[in-house]
């Protein structure tokens, strides 16, 4: 009775964790999306200087914003996963962390000001730099956190929709000329922060947040400050890019590079977000030592990341050049070797990912991670001082694409031995075969077409068509699910039909 008992719950979780990662996949291609869309219509409408400026701004507050959010996302999702199934616990931390937070904003917020008002470089852009930095409040005051720890993927999906629908809307009715720069900077200031103005009302179903006095600064302070310069190392990579080309070479540069790197972000984030579904129950399974389900859990997520993320790398590098005049226009095509030294990046991240956002920080390793991260930089920073001024943008990606690799190797040193990844080996030979007819077949149809849309669409629809049947041949796990759901789905309608 018992053996069937937990066989219902593992069956349950196992759908849970299939709900939330669709979901969240979701969520994340919402949010990508408006960009995605947006972005080949703005760019033409405001040209690369003005999407120069709205990425420098975008570069400056996004320190700020890391200042205001110190570690605490990562750090509130692990703790509060830890402790929700004891409500008092549960209110009682969430409300210690959320004090922190309203306190480390009011801080950023100082700087921020101080920094306009002193900084020369920065005059010009004193008024786009405030509008893009709203969001900051918001996301504070939304505390999303508490969503993610009870696991609330479908609500969190739901409300980013409808947000974008609007935001959408408002691109297209209120940037029409090069000079609405500043409208566009609004419409995405507020495609954050309607979702987290929602989420105050919203959250008040798992518990009553407030700002208190106790905070426990003793407990929380060294975690948050480790997992703070983790966070600020993992987002100033791409930030420190834009910001050294913008002082080095001005906005058109900042532009290209931009540019190349919205199309990666895009894609990379669908990824990545797989990660955010699964650190509460891994920090949850690491308190209580369960390495069967952390291993079982860890190879689920390889084996997705690895089979979609792969051939989205090897996609975007072949057809790089049709991407970058599809979604900037002709003027941005020079960013197109640059965003093929970014997919090296994004593949690392990949890995990046696992090791540091779903094995060291759910283990309580953040200090190791941290140290990987700031060396990271460190390199990052020297390396753009030397490659920028040889090669402009492409010396930036080059840069990057090493201190990536570089925190890889300093992430793996004193690996938890009971982290056992089965048949990765598999994994990555289907992967491989798959992405070496990927390259095959997109460079035949290059070689027999013209035309930017139609070799574009060719090649990513017989890249998808002879990478599944790839992976069919070889049983992938991810491919085979597909295919059940689909059998599912079929028969449903069918059922349906003849009723």
């Known amino acids: ?34 960009p995605l869309i947006t972005f080949p219509y703005s760019s033409r409408i405001l040209h690369a200087q003005n999407i120069g400026k709205i990425n420098f701004g975008t570069s400056i507050v996004n320190y700020f914003t890391l200042i205001a959010a110190l570690g605490i996302t990562t750090y509130a999702v692990r703790e509060c996963s830890r402790v929700k199934n004891n409500t008092e616990q549960f209110s009682q931390t969430v409300n210690e962390i959320f004090s922190i937070n309203i306190v480390s904003t009011i801080i950023s917020y100082f700087i921020l000001i101080g920094c ?51 935001i959408l809307l408002a691109m297209f009715i209120f ?30 179903k798992f518990c009553k947040t407030k700002f208190i006095l106790k905070m426990n600064i003793k407990k929380h302070s060294i975690p948050i400050m480790m997992l703070f310069a983790t966070t600020l190392s993992q987002t100033i990579l791409p930030s420190i890019d834009m910001t050294m080309l913008g002082i080095a070479q001005g906005d058109v540069s900042v532009g290209l590079y931009s540019t190349a790197a919205k199309i990666i972000n895009c894609v990379s984030q669908v990824v990545i977000s797989i990660a955010w579904v699964v650190i509460p129950k891994l920090s949850y399974d690491f308190a209580n030592k369960n390495y069967n389900r952390i291993n079982d859990m860890l190879y689920k997520v390889s084996l997705l990341t690895v089979t979609v993320g792969m051939p989205c790398v090897v996609g975007i590098n072949v057809i790089a050049p049709e991407l970058i005049e599809i979604f900037g226009g002709h003027e941005y095509v020079g960013a197109s070797s640059c965003m093929q030294i970014m997919t090296i990046t ?5 890995i990046v990912n696992i090791l540091g956002n779903m094995i060291l920080i759910p283990s309580m390793k953040e200090k190791q991670f941290m140290i990987a991260c700031v060396v990271s930089v460190g390199v990052n920073i020297i390396l753009n001082g030397i490659m920028i001024p040889l090669w402009n943008m492409s010396g930036a990606a080059v840069a990057t694409a090493v201190s990536s690799f570089v925190m890889i190797l300093i992430a793996t040193l004193k690996f938890d031995k009971n982290i056992h990844i089965k048949n990765l080996k598999k994994v990555f030979t289907e992967v491989f075969v798959g992405c070496l007819c990927i390259i095959i077949s997109a ?8 035309g930017i849309w139609i070799t574009t669409i060719a090649v ?6 002879i990478y599944a049947v790839v992976l069919l041949l070889f049983k992938n796990e991810v491919a085979l699910q597909i295919i059940n759901i689909l059998k599912k789905l079929l028969f449903a309608i069918t059922k349906k039909n003849c009723h």
């Open 1 to 34: 009775m018992e053996i069937g008992i937990d066989m219902k719950e593992q069956k349950k979780k196992e759908i849970s964790l299939k709900e939330n990662t669709f979901f969240n996949m979701l969520k994340t291609v919402c949010t990508i999306m408006l």
């Open 116 to 166: 306009l008002i002193f900084v020369p470089d920065l005059k010009g852009y004193t008024i786009l730099i405030l509008i893009q930095s709203i969001p900051i409040i918001f996301t504070t005051l939304g505390a999303d956190w508490i969503n993610t720890t009870m696991e609330d993927f479908k609500y969190i999906a739901i409300r980013t929709l409808i947000v974008q629908l609007f």
């Open 175 to 204: 940037v029409k000329e090069e000079k609405d720069y500043y409208n566009y900077a609004i419409i995405f200031m507020l495609s954050t922060s309607a979702a987290n103005i929602v989420n105050i009302i919203y959250r008040k």
């Open 346 to 350: 994004m593949a690392i991240g990949f």
């Open 443 to 450: 460079w035949i149809i290059k070689m027999f077409l013209n």
């Open 460 to 465: 990513i629809f017989v890249s998808v068509v």
